[in-house]
């Protein structure tokens, strides 16, 4: 199994863009290389959301590729599909939303841990192999599992912030 597979930050650029404020403090984003679509923007993070929606229009999510008909990601040898998509743009945004829900899980996940610990799974990700584990492994896991997942880290959060 890849473990290798990249966790975004949705409050950074996407790979390979940047933003940048203008000297009139308007923002612009594009790739490194050129500004893609000629807009500015009263503030940054609507320039980091046009730049995250025209990123992932045009990309796949990290260790995922997606074909018209259906949406599947690679683990190896392993092809797991996630339901049928009538063309590449329903499939990408299917895959995309995979990917973010099971991010934000990974993210909710590491504060709690902050919160309860003093610091991230990330942090000893090396030495835990549960925290090891969960990413990328998360990214395989049905909606179910996360369901039932995500109430569980949701009561932890609970738990921890009502003593």
């Known amino acids: 199994m890849r473990t290798d597979i990249e966790r975004l930050d949705r409050n950074k650029?996407?790979?390979g863009y940047e933003l940048t404020q203008l000297d009139d403090g308007m923002w612009w984003w594009?790739?490194?290389?050129?500004?893609l679509d000629g807009t500015s923007y009263e503030d940054r993070s609507a320039a980091l959301a046009a730049a995250r929606a025209y990123y992932q229009a045009r990309n796949d999510p990290p260790g995922m590729f997606t074909i018209k008909g259906l949406t599947c990601w690679t683990w190896g040898d392993a092809m797991h599909e996630n339901g049928r998509c009538d063309d590449q743009v329903e499939a990408r945004a299917a895959a995309w939303r995979w990917y973010w829900r099971r991010k934000d899980a990974w993210d909710k996940?590491?504060?709690?841990a902050r919160a309860a610990f003093g610091k991230t799974l990330a942090d000893t990700v090396s030495a835990e192999p549960v925290g090891a584990a969960l990413w990328p492994d998360i990214l395989t896991w049905s909606d179910e599992k996360m369901a039932s997942y995500e109430a569980q880290v949701a009561t932890?959060?609970?738990?921890?912030a009502h003593g």
Do not use: C, Y
């Open 13 to 15: 650029p996407p790979p």
């Open 109 to 112: 996940t590491m504060e709690v």
């Open 156 to 160: 932890a959060a609970w738990k921890h």
């Open 30 to 35: 594009g790739e490194t290389s050129e500004w």
